[in-house]
């Protein structure tokens, strides 16, 4: 077993499964790419992304039922059998194996508080007619009023078949079968129909634009070929395409070196553009950052509410050229030794303490940064599906730093259960909450900005929410990225948006306009904004590639009250301005 070619997380996994057996998977399976298997006589599977030789075949790994989604390339999707992660280490060629993690899923006065109406009215014939729009979310109501005639073909991963040839798994829908798919979380309904809805007073931004859609599992290495998917079916038909991507999640290293984000960044270029929600983390503090002096000790402190389920993880990143030694201290004082980084063997530990198991992992520098990556995972005592909850109080993370310089560290709260474990104390920081997709370098990354905060829901009632007016969301996540690259880009129409309701989904009355429309707020409202905006431009221009969209859109957006090009953490360059576009 080479320990050292599996990621922190990954191996976490794979450490419980030997020790515990298959029954430990589940405590995993909401985190990482784990698919349980539907009767006792088959294994336990896992999806991954494996990092290789760009063209080596490594088809002879079928005989211990490891399936890759791709036969060329560095980085690859793959589906296999859990307990085969110790052959796939083996190969030579391979050199690392990350998880496949769950990602969360992040018009009429938005428009004029970007001046589209006049945008439009300058250039009547864009309308993003020859232009695909990819919407990797949720899924779409094809029956949708908004959407007729326009949705090409769906990319059911969800659905048993033969998948196409970026994956075989799921349906490819095409014609009558469209409506076979259905988005009963409404999500990605409300998302497509702002890029390009059609029709009322809530049009999209582009409504003549074509639809490509991938009802996604939410494993990012699943989001990963929808993405090849989308690029493929939109260059054999000969058009240029934008692909949205409202969803992300906080387990990487949130500077564009994680999977996700370098196929991302592979897959663009000249009429090949991603555009990403920043995050809706903004209020929350799921990120800790300090600077740990040499041969000092630093303590990271962070709250788990009583009878907390499930599992806590900490995602820590630090210069590669410095090492840390990690402990976890728990609210009744018990402590696990502080562990060093191990280079060479099983950079995991396991500690079981008084009140909790504790799992640590010190491995050398991740190969795709440079960078150290440790993970922590708490779980409460007992085993399998008897583990208890956590202990609930201020646990403590203790570093120590042996180098001679000192350090920057950061680190991220993960749990299994929606965000309820938060950093407290001096090392809270509101920033670096941009990750991935939104990270990766190629993307167009998108922060919300409030543009209405009144709407009639269909009983006629007036529904107010809680935001300011006018500046950007509070709860639109920060940057910049951890390596200081600038994110988010722009900013755009984020709350409250009404947009196409999805028949198959169930929102309370109070969220519904009409028994056609929605209203919602997030980063996941302006990305698809944006994504309108860029298949019109993509219209006008069918060759642009990522950094001159960008330079467009920064040369026409600014911050209130601030010189043109500022950067702001929140704001990224500021509001999109259309009319001058």
């Known amino acids: ?37 539907k009767t006792s006589t088959k294994p336990t599977r896992i999806v991954v992304f494996v990092y290789c030789d760009e063209d080596t075949d490594l088809s002879h790994l079928s005989e211990f039922g490891i399936e890759f989604n791709q036969s060329q390339g560095s980085v690859r999707t793959a589906y296999l059998p859990i307990n085969a992660l110790e052959r796939l280490s083996e190969e030579p060629a391979i050199h690392r194996v990350k998880p496949s993690r769950k990602l969360e899923m992040r018009m009429d006065i938005a428009s004029e508080k970007v001046c589209l109406p006049q945008f439009k009215q300058k250039h009547p014939g864009l309308n993003g007619k020859g232009v695909i729009i990819g919407i990797v979310d949720s899924g779409i109501d094809p029956q949708h009023p908004a959407f007729k005639g326009r949705i090409l073909q769906i990319w059911d991963q969800t659905l048993p078949g033969p998948g196409v040839v970026e994956g075989p798994y799921g349906a490819e829908l095409k014609g009558d079968l469209l409506k076979i798919s259905q988005d009963t979380n409404g999500h990605g309904t409300h998302v497509a129909g702002i890029a390009a809805g059609d029709g009322g007073d809530f049009c999209g931004v582009a409504p003549e634009a074509q639809l490509i859609i991938v009802k996604t599992d939410m494993q990012d290495a699943h989001i990963a070929d929808a993405v090849r998917y989308i690029f493929s079916v939109a260059d054999n038909m000969g058009y240029p395409a934008v692909v949205n991507l409202s969803l992300g999640g906080h387990a990487d290293a949130h ?11 592979a897959q663009t ?16 503090n799921i990120h800790a950052q300090a600077v740990v002096k040499s041969k000092d000790k630093h303590t990271m402190r962070f709250q788990v509410p009583p009878h907390q389920a499930g599992i806590i993880w900490l995602n820590g990143w630090y210069d590669g050229d410095s090492e840390l030694e990690i402990a976890l201290r728990s609210p009744n004082g018990f402590v696990t030794p502080f562990q060093a980084v ?39 005592q007992g085993w399998g599906r008897f583990s208890g909850p956590v202990t ?40 670096v909450k941009i990750g991935s997709p939104a990270a990766a370098k190629s993307s167009v990354t998108v922060a919300s900005y409030t543009s209405k905060v009144k709407y009639s829901d269909i009983d006629g009632e007036e529904r107010e929410m809680g935001l300011e007016l006018d500046t950007v969301s509070e709860f639109s996540s920060e940057g910049p990225l951890r390596n200081n690259e600038q ?53 006008r221009n069918p060759n642009l590639d990522p950094a001159s969209i960008k330079e467009i859109l920064k040369k026409h957006s600014s911050i209130p009250k601030q010189p043109a090009g500022t950067f702001d953490r929140k704001w990224g360059f500021g509001l999109i301005n259309t009319e001058n576009l």
Request: aromatic share 6%; with cysteine.
């Open 1 to 37: 077993m080479r320990h050292q070619k599996l990621s922190p997380g990954l191996l976490l996994a794979f450490e419980d499964v030997q020790r515990e057996g298959e029954e430990a998977s589940i405590a995993h399976k909401r985190s990482l790419g784990i698919v349980l298997p």
């Open 255 to 265: 500077d564009g070196s994680d999977s996700l984000s370098q196929i991302i960044d």
């Open 269 to 284: 270029g000249p009429g090949r553009i991603v555009c990403c929600a920043a995050g809706n983390e903004g209020n929350d």
């Open 342 to 380: 191990n280079s060479k063997g099983n950079p995991a530990k396991q500690y079981k303490l008084f009140d909790s198991r504790i799992e640590i992992v010190t491995p050398g520098p991740d190969p795709a940064n440079g960078d150290h990556n440790f993970f922590v995972q708490i779980r409460g």
């Open 392 to 431: 609930g109080g201020v646990w403590q993370l203790q570093v120590r730093n042996t180098a001679c310089k000192d350090v920057r560290l950061d680190v991220w709260t993960l749990d299994d259960t929606g965000g309820s474990v938060f950093f407290t104390g001096k090392s809270v920081s509101d920033a």
């Open 487 to 539: 994110k988010p880009d722009v900013a755009a129409p984020g709350a409250m948006i009404i947009s196409a309701l999805s028949s198959q989904a169930n929102f309370d009355r109070s969220m519904m306009h009409n028994s056609e429309c929605l209203a919602l707020a997030g980063t996941s409202m302006a990305a698809p904004f944006i994504s309108g905006l860029i298949a019109l431009l993509l219209q």
